[in-house]
């Protein structure tokens, strides 16, 4: 099967939240300035690639971000509903990270210490990765020559990075991708990390 050359997911550039809410998928929380500066070195980077469409979540900070990078290449961006944030963080929107597990007790440790087991995720880390690797998968199928750039959230693609990996997903938390990281993928049978990169 033909597929894209490469998949470079990148993660969105940092979020202006002063407030240090859980934003998920609420209105209003853009790039900040040094988002910005993340999303055009993480455009610079891409920019030696055969870029051939750029696919963002039809989130704000990914779009936002997504337009910096497209606009290197001279693209439009492309949204995909499948690359949105993880379920779980809209039962959480709205608040304080400092203040979840007063709201929620118990679900913030459930998160970090044993995210593959959290019954109460309206969307499960496995629904989560094999969403986001259904998305991804589908996507490189549509280019059949140069890169790709999939511009997402952290969880989705770290989920959707150890689904390609055949990695236990109980790995979330380790060696996440930062703001404005880049990974690259090489599409086969197989499907091959070759790195990660990162602005910072």
Known sequence: MHMAALVHLVRHGEVHNP???VYASLPGYGLSDRGRSQAAASARHLGSQPVVAVWSSPLERALETAGIV???FGLPVRSDDRLVEWQLMDRWA???WESLNA???GELDGYLQHPEHMPFT???LSDLASRVRVAVEDLA???LEGDIVVVGHQDPIQAARLSFS????SKLHIDKPAHGSIVSLRPSAGWSELGMW???
């Not at 055949?166 to 997903?169: E, R």
């Open 19 to 21: 407030e240090h809410l």
């Open 70 to 72: 497209a606009r290197r």
């Open 94 to 96: 709205g608040k304080c």
């Open 103 to 105: 709201h929620f007790p």
């Open 122 to 124: 309206p969307e499960t």
């Open 141 to 143: 199928s549509r280019h």
């Open 166 to 169: 055949g990695t236990a997903l």
């Open 198 to 200: 990162s602005p910072d």
